[in-house]
């Protein structure tokens, strides 16, 4: 993994937040985005955002923090209180650093939905979904360390929680609430690692010199 990932991801939350806020144009934020993305080292990420650099700072809610975490900057977009998103007679994703609102609506209809979130910018330590899946297929791709908790009324249906990637990871602080109907239709929950990163015993191996 590229040390200078977890900065980067800083980086790009600090332009993401000026351009919600309207101090940054969208067409500068494309072309920092490339120069983030291509920056050699910490010194030069700081001077891309330095001028757009939210007075006061930000902070990550309790628990989802690095642990290696330096900056106070490395905020998310000011998260939305809900957000719908339906897939009827078709499939769409969506994925990659994005922030996540308070309350998620989904429906499935005769398609398939997948939403992976374990590289998104969590506003709350609580998560809420509400499903409506018809003769679908939705795939949930959560933070490893989520606390999930699936309460949907199923018929005809069937749901899966993998963790098999991620067994033994430590807790993030960040409860996933999992409501609605699913009708004939197929709910995955997927625990995942963050885009680049390795389960904390095979990094370990690396290191001791015992791993491939």
Same mark, same amino acid.
């Given at each position: 993994?590229?040390?200078? /990932? ?6 790009? *939350?600090?332009? +993401?937040?000026?351009? $919600? ?9 494309? +072309? *920092? ?32 923090? *690095? ?7 490395? !905020?998310?977009?000011?998260?939305? /209180?809900? =957000? ?9 994703? *969506? ?24 590289? !998104? ?11 409506? !899946? ?11 360390? $989520? ?5 949907? /009324? ?38 995942? =690692?963050? +885009?680049?990163? /390795? ?14």
């Amino acid at each position: 993994m590229d040390d200078l /990932e977890p900065h980067r991801q800083d980086a790009i *939350r600090v332009l +993401s937040a000026a351009v $919600a806020s309207d101090r940054l144009p969208v067409t500068q934020f494309e +072309s *920092r985005l490339a120069l983030v993305r291509q920056a050699p080292n910490l010194a030069t990420l700081d001077a891309i955002v330095a001028d757009v650099m939210p007075s006061g700072g930000y902070s990550l809610p309790r628990g989802l923090v *690095r642990a290696d975490a330096d900056h106070t900057y490395a !905020a998310p977009v000011e998260p939305a /209180e809900e =957000l719908s998103i339906s897939t009827v007679f078709g499939s769409s994703k *969506r994925a990659g650093s994005w922030t996540v609102p308070l309350r998620l609506r989904l429906k499935v209809v005769l398609g398939e939905l997948v939403l992976d979130m374990r590289d !998104a910018v969590f506003g709350s330590d609580v998560l809420d979904i509400d499903v409506h !899946a018809t003769l679908g297929s939705l795939v949930l791709i959560v933070p490893a360390g $989520a606390q999930v908790e699936n309460e949907c /009324e199923e018929r005809m249906s069937s749901s899966t929680h993998s963790t098999r990637s991620v067994r033994g990871a430590a807790p993030i602080g960040l409860l996933i609430r999992i409501t609605g109907r699913v009708r004939w239709s197929s709910l995955e929950i997927k625990e995942k =690692l963050r +885009s680049g990163e /390795e389960p904390q015993k095979k990094g370990l191996m690396k290191l001791l010199g015992g791993g491939e």
